[in-house]
């Protein structure tokens, strides 16, 4: 195969794991036992590898090796998450409804927060209409699946939209029965319609470390922004998500 086959090997390696040769969650041969098995140096085998944990098929672990990735992605739904027959009328908030979707069991400590009163820097402060510099709320959750990090989100409100509200309180899980949408509903603040856009770039140091995410993964970026029926803002929500987590579901009606 030559010092230059690395892309052939990683195409080999790549097709037994998608047929099921090397199971999720199994241990790849030896570097040095790929490289004989295959004749090649270890250097392509090397690079092969790392080719299949960009792709996010693979991830090295300490003391074990190269192991397969455990699970499938996650569905991530899309307008369906907000359903208000979840958070209205039950006690499904939307990370628990991508659970659900995806045969997955769940638990309210599996999202924790941090909740702080900052200024509002310029993106959050044009959103709302406010002056940079201006207090808003802060909520960022760190939300886990079995243990490992799925995503992070981070919101944003006016104080006086969440002022001694569940919004506000720093005990982990969602926001009381039925999350902050429904604390909002409480208000008088009714979600009614909301815009979501993303994109996807690489992780800074810190989600890399945040999210646990193995070399190479690219990470996508939330951006929400959530209204009234008479289109008042109430949240202006961040999150940045673990690119091979996740697969991203969206059922709609086609407009006329």
């Known amino acids: 195969m030559g010092t230059t086959g690395y892309r052939e090997l990683a195409g080999i390696l790549r097709e037994a794991i998608q047929q099921g040769q090397y199971t999720p969650g199994a241990t790849l041969p030896k570097q040095e036992e790929l490289a004989s098995q295959y004749d090649v140096n270890v250097k392509t085998v090397r690079t092969a590898v790392a080719l299949l944990e960009a792709e996010g098929l693979v991830t090295p672990i300490r003391r074990r090796g190269t192991v397969v990735r455990q699970r499938p992605p996650m569905r991530r739904l899309g307008v369906d998450r907000y359903s208000k027959q979840k958070w209205k009328f039950g006690d499904v908030v939307a990370f628990a409804a991508d659970r659900e979707a995806s045969g997955r069991a769940w638990k309210p400590t599996d999202q924790t927060q941090t909740v702080a009163q900052v200024e509002a820097d310029p993106e959050i402060a044009e959103a709302f209409g406010v002056e940079p510099g201006s207090p808003v709320y802060e909520r960022a959750r760190l939300v886990t699946d079995d243990g490992q990090p799925t995503h992070t989100l981070t919101s944003y ?96 009606d086609i407009p006329d």
């Open 157 to 252: 409100y006016l104080p006086e939209h969440v002022e001694n509200t569940p919004l506000v309180d720093p005990t982990p899980g969602p926001a009381g029965r039925g999350g902050g949408f429904a604390v909002l509903t409480l208000q008088g603040l009714e979600p009614d319609h909301m815009t979501e856009s993303f994109h996807s770039r690489m992780p800074t140091p810190d989600e890399i470390a945040q999210l646990d995410l193995p070399a190479g993964e690219p990470v996508m970026i939330l951006q929400r922004r959530t209204y009234t029926a008479d289109g008042t803002l109430v949240e202006v929500a961040r999150g940045v998500h673990a690119a091979s987590r996740f697969s991203w579901t969206y059922s709609f």
